[in-house]
């Protein structure tokens, strides 16, 4: 699967591009002692060459820094992609007939696992009643979370599992669990994965992200997602095992230095991640000021300004980032005034050096996406949400109408602003999918919104190092560490929304280096190989 090489060798990769801005014209590297020892030109190659261990001839690949997954579910991920995924499911009939089929597959396995469906879609605009999945999962616990993850249909069999569930705010009788019943049997579902399951679908994840070029992932987890033991044990499989670094966010409040001390001993970077304000907007629990267009409500909210600050103020003066999954505009202003009010107590320059960050941070305003520059947050963004359910016929806007689901994923806006940018996936809410993931913000269904390829590729490069206090790397240059892919592409161009800026910027003089085109239709780049820290965790085979 991956071929370990000694990351102490030196190597030199040669006759290809290599995207550096140490050198916009670089079709050389050296890497020694796992970081990037020298960028150049051919010519200068040849005097490196006869002091390395080994010379890697890139047959004009291009050679990128690995990319950063800023917000991934690890374990859920590896489970997906061996379990039941019905994202391609086109009806209700055919996630059924779906279901039927990986019962009859999986005939010894305790509970069935799933995932992905999203009736949104379906000409049948309605989710599984609880008696169709008992009759399709034959009488077996089942557990399908909504493809946001913020709901979940299940079948009777693994209602019996969880004692006390109908007594759980967000439990109904025959709709989608949400709340504390969702968390309790998705709990009781997952509490079924054996060890050993987990641990395999651990480092399928790892391998699937590491043959996609991607080199760190942030793990997004907590109490309300997976538990301690699964947290601790993706952690340790990380030192000991090759593949994609992991930085793992542990998203439980924090009230106090102990609790602190706590998210330190579970070998968490921060209390971040997905410490809930709110829910999602395709199961209506996005917290929003004003009510869903198609339901007479504003959604849910977890968190005040008060617990916010709290949070914020704890984790700031521990020395922790602190972080909240925040999507509806009435969500993302309570962590606003939450921050600022921290921000007032501790002063505003400790907040800032802390970078806190907001994962998703959807539905912004001008003020709120002023607020995220002036406290230093970062905005740890899925731009993969908007080609799913974004546009006008999408389900934002079915959710919203027309009008709001216009205003979100403001990526242009957010940058002009000078809000740092960490990309991600949200996986397995939507794929691992690292150029495709940039291709969506180039090409955001709102044009206004829409960035140009070089700022997504950064954001989702150095912008998750940044994220997480690192701004010595996500970039090609000596000294840096040597995480790095190898691509095999077409043409180089610098490609932005904007015609003239594509224009200038593609005259050599301009000096900046050529990325992929990604216009959609054109084929994305295939990885070849993927290093981190010196050492190879991924070649394609036969390459």
């Keep these: 699967m991956t071929k370990r090489t000694d990351p102490h060798r030196t190597l030199l990769l040669r006759g290809g591009e290599v995207h550096s801005p140490a050198?916009?014209?670089?079709?050389?590297?050296?890497?020694?002692?796992?970081?990037?020892?020298?960028?150049?030109?051919?010519?200068?190659?040849?005097?490196?060459?006869?002091?390395?261990?080994?010379?890697?001839?890139l047959e004009g690949a291009l050679v990128t820094p690995a990319f950063t997954d800023a917000h991934v579910h690890t374990t859920a991920t590896g489970l997906a992609l061996s379990g039941l995924d019905l994202s391609s499911a086109r009806t209700l009939t055919e996630a059924l007939a779906l279901v039927r089929a990986h019962r009859t597959a999986h005939p010894d396995s305790r509970v069935l696992l799933g995932h992905g469906w999203d009736s949104a879609?379906?000409?049948?605009?309605?989710?599984?009643?609880?008696?169709?999945?008992?009759?399709?999962?034959?009488?077996?616990?089942?557990?399908?979370?909504?493809?946001?993850?913020?709901?979940?249909?299940?079948?009777?069999?693994?209602?019996?599992?969880?004692?006390?569930?109908t007594d759980l705010v967000g439990y109904h009788p025959d709709a989608p669990l949400t709340g504390a019943a969702h968390h309790a049997v998705r709990a009781a579902a997952h509490g079924a994965v054996s060890a050993r399951q987990r641990t395999e679908a651990q480092r399928a994840a790892r391998h699937r992200a590491a043959s996609l070029g991607i080199g760190t992932l942030h793990e997004c987890a907590g109490p309300d997602i997976s538990d301690e033991e699964d947290f601790v044990a993706l952690l340790r499989l990380a030192d000991e095992e090759p593949g994609p670094r992991i930085h793992g966010y542990?998203?439980?409040?924090?009230?106090?230095?102990?609790?602190?001390?706590?998210?330190?001993?579970?070998?968490?970077?921060?209390?971040?991640?997905?410490?809930?304000?709110?829910?999602?907007?395709?199961?209506?629990?996005?917290?929003?000021?004003?009510?869903?267009?198609?339901?007479?409500?504003?959604?849910?909210?977890?968190?005040?300004?008060?617990?916010?600050?709290?949070?914020?103020?704890?984790?700031?003066?521990?020395?922790?980032?602190?972080?909240?999954?925040?999507?509806?505009?009435?969500?993302?202003?309570?962590?606003?005034?939450?921050?600022?009010a921290a921000a007032e107590r501790l002063g505003l320059a400790r907040v800032r050096a802390a970078r806190h960050r907001v994962e998703h941070a959807e539905m912004l305003t001008p003020e709120t996406i002023a607020a995220f520059a002036e406290l230093g947050l970062t905005a740890s963004v899925q731009p993969a949400f908007d080609e799913a359910w974004g546009g006008d016929g999408g389900m934002y806007?079915?959710?919203?109408?027309?009008?709001?689901?216009?205003?979100?994923?403001?990526?242009?806006?957010?940058?002009?602003?000078?809000?740092?940018?960490?990309?991600?996936?949200?996986?397995?809410?939507?794929?691992?999918?690292?150029?495709?993931?940039?291709?969506?913000?180039?090409?955001?269904?709102?044009?206004?919104?829409?960035?140009?390829?070089?700022?997504?590729?950064t954001a989702h490069t150095r912008g998750g190092w940044r994220a997480v206090g690192r701004d010595d790397a996500g970039t090609l240059v000596p000294g840096a560490p040597a995480d790095y892919a190898v691509w095999?592409?077409?043409?180089?161009?610098?490609?932005?929304?904007?015609?003239?800026v594509a224009r200038w910027s593609t005259d050599p003089r301009s000096g900046t280096p050529g990325l992929p085109d990604l216009t959609p239709g054109r084929p994305l780049p295939v990885c070849l190989r993927?290093?981190?820290?010196?050492?190879?965790?991924?070649?394609?085979?036969?390459e």
Aim: proline share 7%.
């Design 488 to 500: 095999r592409t077409e043409e180089l161009v610098v490609q932005a929304p904007d015609d003239r």
């Design 121 to 165: 879609r379906w000409p049948e605009q309605r989710p599984p009643s609880r008696a169709e999945l008992d009759e399709a999962a034959g009488g077996r616990p089942l557990y399908l979370p909504r493809v946001d993850v913020h709901s979940a249909v299940v079948t009777t069999a693994l209602l019996d599992l969880v004692p006390g569930v």
């Design 250 to 340: 542990w998203a439980e409040p924090v009230t106090d230095e102990k609790g602190a001390r706590r998210i330190r001993e579970l070998g968490a970077a921060g209390a971040a991640g997905d410490l809930f304000v709110d829910g999602s907007l395709g199961s209506h629990t996005a917290a929003l000021r004003d009510p869903y267009d198609d339901a007479p409500h504003t959604g849910t909210a977890h968190l005040d300004a008060a617990a916010v600050a709290a949070h914020v103020t704890v984790c700031t003066e521990a020395g922790l980032q602190a972080g909240f999954h925040a999507i509806g505009d009435a969500a993302v202003g309570t962590v606003v005034d939450g921050v600022r």
């Design 397 to 457: 806007a079915r959710r919203l109408g027309v009008g709001r689901a216009r205003t979100l994923n403001p990526y242009a806006a957010l940058l002009r602003a000078g809000v740092p940018l960490a990309f991600g996936s949200d996986s397995p809410v939507t794929p691992l999918d690292p150029w495709g993931t940039v291709r969506a913000a180039a090409f955001h269904q709102t044009p206004e919104h829409r960035i140009s390829v070089r700022a997504g590729f």
């Design 23 to 57: 050198d916009p014209f670089a079709t050389a590297m050296v890497v020694e002692r796992g970081h990037v020892a020298w960028v150049g030109s051919e010519g200068a190659a040849d005097a490196f060459a006869p002091g390395v261990d080994e010379v890697i001839d």
């Design 530 to 542: 993927t290093v981190v820290a010196g050492q190879t965790v991924f070649v394609r085979p036969n």
